[in-house]
């Protein structure tokens, strides 16, 4: 399988790096796709997009983002999700967005279509929120981990896990090696080896999961 429209979802007080971070590893494997003689289809799309029509939002620490449309509008089939402020239970975050519930109920909305949804670091906590963990191997934040046992997902020690249509990793920087690995599994270890290079960034592991 190959992506059309990947999109990372952006709310207010989300972690920065948590969002960046896979935005721009998919967007130059995107690139490169595009670029390349390879017969395939000239890559994928890359968007930024809010749970609703917000034209932007602010991160932990201040930086604001502009959103490129709702995910309604960009119709994702891979949806990436960022956390932020969960363990320090700020006042805007990943814990505010999964007590009002939009996200949630967006996120369930998604993976009913048939969309794949990956929580990077406590967005994972958002996508248990949704339903999506029960009974699967998942992982996320160190700080938030003992939470997670509390719940109905399978909590396993990996840097990335890939329950199929749903995909969790650690915290932060676990991001990149999420967006690398979804390279690999949707196209091939060449092109995410690739944009490693560009980055500069030394994958790590280990990956817990299917195949695909």
Known sequence: MSLSHAGVLVYEGFEPLDAV?????????????AGSDSGTDAGFEVSLCTADMAEDATAAYGMTVASHGSVADIDPDLLVVPGGGWNGRAETGARVEAERGVVPDLLAEQAAAGTTVAGVCTGGMLLERAGLLEGRPAV???????????TDAEVVEARVVDAGDVL???GVTAGLDLALYLLEREYDTDLAEA???VVEHERRGPVHGTES
Do not use: K, M, N, W
Not at 21 to 33: H, K, M, N
Not at 140 to 150: K, S
């Open 21 to 33: 971070g896979p935005y721009e590893v998919l967007s130059i494997g995107a690139d490169r796709l």
């Open 195 to 197: 944009v490693a290079r």
């Open 140 to 150: 996320t934040h160190a700080g938030a981990l003992e939470e997670l046992r509390g």
């Open 168 to 170: 969790t990793c650690g």
